[in-house]
């Protein structure tokens, strides 16, 4: 885990491992947590799927995310969300950094027409 308090630099916190996929556990919770992963070209994450929405940050290089069969590329400064309940997959096209952000929190369903506030 990384200490709490102090600051870091995001990208220097992973490195690359050839042929692998490293990950880095930020900060986990009951309501949700944050994972570093590096990927060398050619790596990924298979198809899945998750109860909870996620979001995806490109800190480095290009990966292609798949969600639901759809296929879309995505770079550094770029991030993604991950419906909860869709299959999912990530592949590296280059070598790239992300910062996984998984939400495990059940989001309440909206009301057609929520209440107005007074003023």
């Known amino acids: 885990m990384t200490e709490k308090g102090i600051p870091f630099s995001i990208n220097s916190h992973i490195a690359y491992a050839e042929g692998s996929v490293v990950s880095k ?3 986990d919770k009951k309501i ?12 990924g994450l298979s198809e899945h799927t ?3 929405d996620a979001v995806v940050q490109i800190l480095d290089g290009k990966a292609v995310v798949t969600i639901g069969g759809t296929g879309r590329e ?3 400064g ?9 299959p999912h997959a990530l592949h590296a096209t ?3 950094k992300m910062m996984l952000i998984m939400l495990r929190a059940e989001t ?3 009301e057609k027409d929520p209440p ?4």
């Not at 770029?78 to 309940?85: S, V």
């Open 94 to 96: 280059q070598r790239f």
């Open 25 to 27: 556990t930020i900060i």
């Open 116 to 119: 107005s506030i007074a003023v």
């Open 78 to 86: 770029e991030m993604i969300i991950m419906p909860a309940g869709i």
């Open 50 to 52: 998750s109860p909870y």
């Open 74 to 76: 995505v770079a550094s």
């Open 32 to 43: 949700g947590s944050i994972t570093l992963f590096s990927f060398d070209a050619g790596q």
């Open 108 to 110: 309440p369903q909206r």
